[in-house]
Protein backbone atom coordinates (compact mmCIF):
# COMPACT_ATOMS: atom_id res chain seq x y z
CA UNK A 1 0.00 0.00 0.00
CA UNK A 2 1.28 3.51 -0.32
CA UNK A 3 1.41 5.93 2.11
CA UNK A 4 0.13 9.31 2.46
CA UNK A 5 0.42 11.90 5.01
CA UNK A 6 -2.42 12.23 7.47
CA UNK A 7 -4.15 15.84 6.20
CA UNK A 8 -1.91 18.25 6.91
CA UNK A 9 0.10 16.37 10.11
CA UNK A 10 3.73 14.79 9.31
CA UNK A 11 2.11 11.09 10.39
CA UNK A 12 2.04 8.77 7.36
CA UNK A 13 -1.10 6.19 7.18
CA UNK A 14 -1.89 3.56 4.70
CA UNK A 15 -4.02 4.26 1.45
CA UNK A 16 -6.50 1.99 2.72
CA UNK A 17 -7.63 1.90 6.14
CA UNK A 18 -9.35 -0.59 8.22
CA UNK A 19 -12.77 -0.02 9.99
CA UNK A 20 -13.87 -2.07 12.31
CA UNK A 21 -17.27 -1.46 13.05
CA UNK A 22 -17.98 -5.35 12.02
CA UNK A 23 -15.93 -6.35 15.26
CA UNK A 24 -17.97 -8.01 18.01
CA UNK A 25 -21.24 -8.12 15.87
CA UNK A 26 -20.87 -9.88 12.74
CA UNK A 27 -17.07 -11.02 13.06
CA UNK A 28 -16.42 -12.84 16.44
CA UNK A 29 -13.07 -12.23 18.16
CA UNK A 30 -10.74 -14.26 16.31
CA UNK A 31 -12.30 -13.50 12.98
CA UNK A 32 -11.32 -10.03 14.05
CA UNK A 33 -8.25 -10.83 14.96
CA UNK A 34 -7.18 -12.80 11.72
CA UNK A 35 -8.78 -9.79 9.87
CA UNK A 36 -5.98 -7.60 11.66
CA UNK A 37 -3.18 -9.71 11.35
CA UNK A 38 -4.27 -10.12 7.57
CA UNK A 39 -3.88 -5.81 7.23
CA UNK A 40 -0.76 -6.09 8.99
CA UNK A 41 0.52 -8.44 6.99
CA UNK A 42 -0.60 -6.68 4.03
CA UNK A 43 1.69 -2.94 5.29
CA UNK A 44 -1.67 -1.34 6.46
CA UNK A 45 -1.21 0.99 9.47
CA UNK A 46 -4.60 2.75 9.84
CA UNK A 47 -6.55 1.26 12.07
CA UNK A 48 -10.56 3.20 12.38
CA UNK A 49 -12.80 1.91 15.34
CA UNK A 50 -15.43 4.24 17.58
CA UNK A 51 -16.94 3.80 21.20
CA UNK A 52 -20.35 2.85 19.53
CA UNK A 53 -18.64 0.17 17.37
CA UNK A 54 -20.53 -3.20 19.25
CA UNK A 55 -21.40 -0.83 22.31
CA UNK A 56 -17.30 -0.72 22.82
CA UNK A 57 -17.01 -4.17 22.35
CA UNK A 58 -14.74 -3.43 18.68
CA UNK A 59 -12.26 -1.50 20.47
CA UNK A 60 -11.96 -4.03 23.25
CA UNK A 61 -11.25 -6.45 20.32
CA UNK A 62 -8.70 -4.38 18.93
CA UNK A 63 -7.21 -3.14 22.08
CA UNK A 64 -6.33 -7.17 22.70
CA UNK A 65 -4.70 -7.36 19.49
CA UNK A 66 -2.88 -4.47 19.81
CA UNK A 67 -1.37 -6.15 23.34
CA UNK A 68 -0.97 -9.41 21.83
CA UNK A 69 1.08 -8.00 18.49
CA UNK A 70 3.63 -5.74 20.26
CA UNK A 71 5.29 -5.31 17.03
CA UNK A 72 2.57 -4.66 14.46
CA UNK A 73 0.98 -2.46 17.14
CA UNK A 74 4.19 -0.45 16.90
CA UNK A 75 3.33 0.63 13.27
CA UNK A 76 -0.27 0.72 13.84
CA UNK A 77 -2.40 4.52 13.53
CA UNK A 78 -5.06 4.15 15.68
CA UNK A 79 -8.37 5.92 15.31
CA UNK A 80 -11.33 5.84 17.94
CA UNK A 81 -14.94 8.39 17.83
CA UNK A 82 -16.78 9.51 20.30
CA UNK A 83 -20.28 11.56 20.36
CA UNK A 84 -22.99 8.96 20.10
CA UNK A 85 -24.80 7.75 23.52
CA UNK A 86 -22.82 5.17 25.60
CA UNK A 87 -25.10 5.52 28.33
CA UNK A 88 -29.06 6.66 29.17
CA UNK A 89 -28.09 9.68 30.76
CA UNK A 90 -28.92 13.29 29.05
CA UNK A 91 -25.49 14.06 29.22
CA UNK A 92 -23.67 10.63 27.81
CA UNK A 93 -24.28 12.34 24.32
CA UNK A 94 -22.74 15.24 22.19
CA UNK A 95 -19.58 16.89 22.19
CA UNK A 96 -19.57 18.66 25.56
CA UNK A 97 -16.40 18.96 27.33
CA UNK A 98 -18.25 16.46 29.88
CA UNK A 99 -19.13 13.60 27.42
CA UNK A 100 -15.81 13.63 25.56
CA UNK A 101 -13.96 13.72 28.98
CA UNK A 102 -15.46 10.82 30.06
CA UNK A 103 -15.84 8.91 26.74
CA UNK A 104 -11.92 8.97 25.42
CA UNK A 105 -11.18 8.27 29.09
CA UNK A 106 -13.37 5.41 28.59
CA UNK A 107 -12.04 4.66 24.89
CA UNK A 108 -8.22 4.70 26.46
CA UNK A 109 -9.16 2.04 28.66
CA UNK A 110 -11.18 -0.74 26.02
CA UNK A 111 -8.25 0.00 23.66
CA UNK A 112 -5.67 -0.89 26.61
CA UNK A 113 -3.69 2.27 25.55
CA UNK A 114 -2.15 5.40 27.14
CA UNK A 115 -3.20 7.79 24.06
CA UNK A 116 -4.72 7.49 20.36
CA UNK A 117 -3.28 9.04 17.00
CA UNK A 118 -6.53 10.39 15.84
CA UNK A 119 -9.52 11.36 17.56
CA UNK A 120 -12.21 11.98 15.58
CA UNK A 121 -16.11 13.43 16.53
CA UNK A 122 -18.35 11.56 15.27
CA UNK A 123 -20.54 13.93 14.07
CA UNK A 124 -21.58 17.59 14.53
CA UNK A 125 -23.48 18.86 17.51
CA UNK A 126 -25.81 21.49 17.21
CA UNK A 127 -26.13 22.20 21.01
CA UNK A 128 -22.58 22.80 21.65
CA UNK A 129 -20.75 25.30 21.37
CA UNK A 130 -17.69 25.00 18.58
CA UNK A 131 -15.49 26.54 20.92
CA UNK A 132 -16.19 24.05 23.68
CA UNK A 133 -15.10 21.15 21.98
CA UNK A 134 -12.44 22.61 20.14
CA UNK A 135 -10.91 23.41 23.37
CA UNK A 136 -11.48 19.91 24.37
CA UNK A 137 -9.24 19.19 21.68
CA UNK A 138 -6.67 21.68 22.31
CA UNK A 139 -6.63 20.28 25.96
CA UNK A 140 -6.04 16.42 25.23
CA UNK A 141 -3.44 16.80 23.01
CA UNK A 142 -1.45 18.75 25.44
CA UNK A 143 -2.29 16.20 28.04
CA UNK A 144 -0.93 13.61 25.60
CA UNK A 145 -4.18 11.64 25.27
CA UNK A 146 -4.51 12.37 21.24
CA UNK A 147 -2.22 13.52 19.18
CA UNK A 148 -4.75 14.59 16.19
CA UNK A 149 -8.47 14.95 15.71
CA UNK A 150 -10.28 14.76 13.52
CA UNK A 151 -14.09 15.46 13.01
CA UNK A 152 -16.90 13.07 10.75
CA UNK A 153 -20.30 13.78 8.67
CA UNK A 154 -20.08 17.51 8.69
CA UNK A 155 -21.02 19.73 5.71
CA UNK A 156 -18.94 22.20 3.63
CA UNK A 157 -19.48 25.07 5.81
CA UNK A 158 -19.51 23.40 8.99
CA UNK A 159 -15.72 22.39 8.16
CA UNK A 160 -14.92 25.92 7.17
CA UNK A 161 -16.79 26.91 10.68
CA UNK A 162 -14.69 24.75 12.63
CA UNK A 163 -11.22 25.50 11.21
CA UNK A 164 -11.59 29.11 10.90
CA UNK A 165 -12.49 29.18 14.60
CA UNK A 166 -9.71 27.19 15.84
CA UNK A 167 -7.45 29.62 13.97
CA UNK A 168 -9.19 32.74 16.21
CA UNK A 169 -8.70 30.50 19.30
CA UNK A 170 -5.22 29.68 18.21
CA UNK A 171 -5.88 25.82 18.49
CA UNK A 172 -4.85 23.07 16.48
CA UNK A 173 -7.03 22.58 13.34
CA UNK A 174 -8.77 18.98 12.18
CA UNK A 175 -6.21 16.89 10.04
CA UNK A 176 -9.40 14.84 8.93
CA UNK A 177 -12.52 14.18 8.16
CA UNK A 178 -14.43 11.38 7.61
CA UNK A 179 -17.84 11.22 5.38
CA UNK A 180 -19.35 9.43 3.27
CA UNK A 181 -17.60 8.89 -0.57
CA UNK A 182 -18.41 6.44 -3.22
CA UNK A 183 -19.39 6.44 -7.38
CA UNK A 184 -22.86 6.24 -6.08
CA UNK A 185 -22.71 9.31 -3.07
CA UNK A 186 -20.67 12.57 -4.96
CA UNK A 187 -22.60 14.92 -3.38
CA UNK A 188 -19.82 15.99 -1.20
CA UNK A 189 -18.12 16.94 -4.14
CA UNK A 190 -20.26 20.06 -4.46
CA UNK A 191 -18.70 21.80 -0.98
CA UNK A 192 -16.67 19.47 1.34
CA UNK A 193 -14.35 17.71 -1.02
CA UNK A 194 -13.54 21.87 -2.09
CA UNK A 195 -13.70 23.09 1.65
CA UNK A 196 -10.76 19.86 2.41
CA UNK A 197 -8.53 20.94 -0.56
CA UNK A 198 -8.67 24.41 1.02
CA UNK A 199 -7.67 23.18 4.36
CA UNK A 200 -5.94 20.42 3.73
CA UNK A 201 -7.86 18.42 5.75
CA UNK A 202 -7.29 14.53 5.01
CA UNK A 203 -10.70 12.60 3.51
CA UNK A 204 -11.05 9.25 4.96
CA UNK A 205 -13.76 7.88 2.96
CA UNK A 206 -16.89 5.61 4.87
CA UNK A 207 -18.87 3.16 2.86
CA UNK A 208 -16.99 2.99 -0.05
CA UNK A 209 -18.61 0.24 -1.65
CA UNK A 210 -22.01 1.97 -1.53
CA UNK A 211 -23.77 -0.87 1.16
CA UNK A 212 -22.88 -3.41 -1.29
CA UNK A 213 -24.03 -1.88 -4.51
CA UNK A 214 -20.45 -1.18 -5.72
CA UNK A 215 -19.31 -5.16 -5.66
CA UNK A 216 -21.60 -5.91 -8.61
CA UNK A 217 -24.17 -8.18 -6.39
CA UNK A 218 -27.44 -6.28 -6.95
CA UNK A 219 -29.52 -6.66 -10.22
CA UNK A 220 -32.69 -5.07 -11.15
CA UNK A 221 -34.58 -7.95 -10.40
CA UNK A 222 -33.21 -9.41 -7.34
CA UNK A 223 -31.28 -8.46 -3.95
CA UNK A 224 -28.59 -11.11 -2.78
CA UNK A 225 -29.16 -13.80 -0.28
CA UNK A 226 -27.60 -14.52 2.56
CA UNK A 227 -24.86 -13.20 4.76
CA UNK A 228 -23.78 -9.72 4.12
CA UNK A 229 -21.44 -7.18 5.48
CA UNK A 230 -24.40 -6.15 7.78
CA UNK A 231 -25.82 -9.53 8.70
CA UNK A 232 -27.87 -12.28 7.20
CA UNK A 233 -30.89 -9.50 6.20
CA UNK A 234 -30.37 -8.30 3.21
CA UNK A 235 -32.32 -5.03 3.52
CA UNK A 236 -29.51 -3.95 6.72
CA UNK A 237 -27.51 -0.93 5.55
CA UNK A 238 -29.48 -0.69 2.39
CA UNK A 239 -31.98 2.57 3.52
CA UNK A 240 -29.65 4.95 2.10
CA UNK A 241 -29.57 3.35 -1.24
CA UNK A 242 -32.92 2.29 -1.84
CA UNK A 243 -33.97 5.75 -3.00
CA UNK A 244 -30.81 5.03 -5.74
CA UNK A 245 -32.11 1.47 -6.31
CA UNK A 246 -33.93 1.97 -9.15
CA UNK A 247 -32.76 4.97 -10.85
CA UNK A 248 -31.34 5.41 -14.31
CA UNK A 249 -27.96 6.63 -12.96
CA UNK A 250 -27.37 3.35 -10.59
CA UNK A 251 -27.71 1.28 -13.39
CA UNK A 252 -25.59 3.04 -15.37
CA UNK A 253 -23.07 3.21 -13.40
CA UNK A 254 -23.18 -0.45 -12.66
CA UNK A 255 -22.72 -0.89 -16.03
CA UNK A 256 -19.85 1.04 -16.82
CA UNK A 257 -18.15 -0.25 -13.08
CA UNK A 258 -18.26 -3.80 -14.52
CA UNK A 259 -17.19 -3.84 -18.15
CA UNK A 260 -14.10 -1.69 -16.52
CA UNK A 261 -13.80 -4.61 -14.47
CA UNK A 262 -13.80 -6.78 -17.04
CA UNK A 263 -11.18 -4.64 -18.87
CA UNK A 264 -8.61 -4.58 -16.07
CA UNK A 265 -9.56 -8.62 -14.79
CA UNK A 266 -10.50 -7.21 -11.53
CA UNK A 267 -14.01 -7.27 -9.40
CA UNK A 268 -16.09 -4.13 -9.33
CA UNK A 269 -15.53 -3.55 -6.11
CA UNK A 270 -11.84 -3.17 -6.83
CA UNK A 271 -12.38 -0.98 -9.64
CA UNK A 272 -14.71 1.41 -6.91
CA UNK A 273 -11.81 1.17 -4.38
CA UNK A 274 -9.07 2.31 -6.88
CA UNK A 275 -11.47 5.18 -8.37
CA UNK A 276 -12.07 6.14 -4.92
CA UNK A 277 -8.53 6.33 -3.25
CA UNK A 278 -7.45 8.81 -5.99
CA UNK A 279 -10.01 10.97 -5.90
CA UNK A 280 -8.82 15.12 -4.47
CA UNK A 281 -8.33 15.26 -1.05
CA UNK A 282 -8.52 11.71 -0.18
CA UNK A 283 -5.98 10.22 2.54
CA UNK A 284 -7.15 6.56 2.99
CA UNK A 285 -10.25 4.91 2.20
CA UNK A 286 -11.93 3.08 5.05
CA UNK A 287 -12.17 -0.91 4.25
CA UNK A 288 -14.57 -3.02 6.06
CA UNK A 289 -14.86 -6.85 6.17
CA UNK A 290 -16.35 -9.52 8.15
CA UNK A 291 -13.99 -11.90 6.89
CA UNK A 292 -10.05 -11.96 6.09
CA UNK A 293 -11.52 -13.52 2.50
CA UNK A 294 -13.19 -10.21 1.92
CA UNK A 295 -10.63 -8.15 3.52
CA UNK A 296 -8.07 -9.93 1.03
CA UNK A 297 -10.04 -9.44 -2.17
CA UNK A 298 -10.47 -5.64 -1.46
CA UNK A 299 -7.47 -5.20 -0.43
CA UNK A 300 -6.25 -6.35 -3.96
CA UNK A 301 -7.12 -3.20 -5.71
CA UNK A 302 -4.43 -1.38 -4.09
CA UNK A 303 -2.95 -3.50 -7.23
CA UNK A 304 -5.36 -2.03 -9.92
CA UNK A 305 -3.96 1.00 -12.34
CA UNK A 306 -6.86 2.56 -14.42
CA UNK A 307 -6.13 4.44 -17.12
CA UNK A 308 -7.21 8.26 -17.93
CA UNK A 309 -10.12 6.69 -20.32
CA UNK A 310 -11.57 4.89 -17.83
CA UNK A 311 -11.27 7.10 -14.62
CA UNK A 312 -13.09 9.61 -17.46
CA UNK A 313 -16.01 7.51 -18.09
CA UNK A 314 -16.54 6.26 -14.32
CA UNK A 315 -16.29 10.01 -13.29
CA UNK A 316 -18.76 10.77 -16.34
CA UNK A 317 -21.73 8.08 -15.47
CA UNK A 318 -21.26 8.78 -11.96
CA UNK A 319 -21.38 12.44 -12.28
CA UNK A 320 -24.25 14.18 -9.49
CA UNK A 321 -25.27 17.36 -11.39
CA UNK A 322 -25.08 20.78 -9.03
CA UNK A 323 -28.20 22.89 -8.85
CA UNK A 324 -27.97 25.80 -11.33
CA UNK A 325 -27.93 28.59 -8.26
CA UNK A 326 -25.46 28.99 -6.40
CA UNK A 327 -23.20 26.80 -8.70
CA UNK A 328 -24.07 27.64 -11.99
CA UNK A 329 -23.59 30.76 -13.90
CA UNK A 330 -22.78 33.02 -10.84
CA UNK A 331 -20.79 30.20 -9.33
CA UNK A 332 -18.81 27.16 -10.28
CA UNK A 333 -19.49 27.41 -14.14
CA UNK A 334 -18.15 31.44 -14.46
CA UNK A 335 -15.26 30.61 -12.61
CA UNK A 336 -14.19 27.16 -14.26
CA UNK A 337 -14.85 29.56 -18.06
CA UNK A 338 -12.62 32.56 -16.25
CA UNK A 339 -9.86 29.97 -15.76
CA UNK A 340 -10.65 28.27 -19.47
CA UNK A 341 -11.67 25.15 -17.78
CA UNK A 342 -9.57 24.85 -14.67
CA UNK A 343 -10.89 23.90 -10.91
Wanted: hydrophobic content about 40%.
Amino acid sequence: MRQRLLGHSGTAVSDLALGTMTFGAESDEATSHAILDAYAAAGGTLIDTADVYSAGESERIVGRWLAANPDAADRMIVATKGRFPMGKGPNDVGLSRRHLRRALAASLERLGVDHVDLYQFHAWDPLTPVEETLRFADDAIRAGDIAYYGWSNLTGWQLAEIVHTARAMGVPQPVTLQPQYNLLARELEFEVVPAAERYDVGLLPWGPLAGGWLTGKYTKDARPSGATRLGENPDRGMEAYDRKAGSDRTWAVLDVLTAVAAEVDASCAQVALAWLVDRPAVTSVILGARTVGQLEANMAAASVTLSADQRARLDTVSAVHAPDYPYGELGIEQRSRSLGGGR
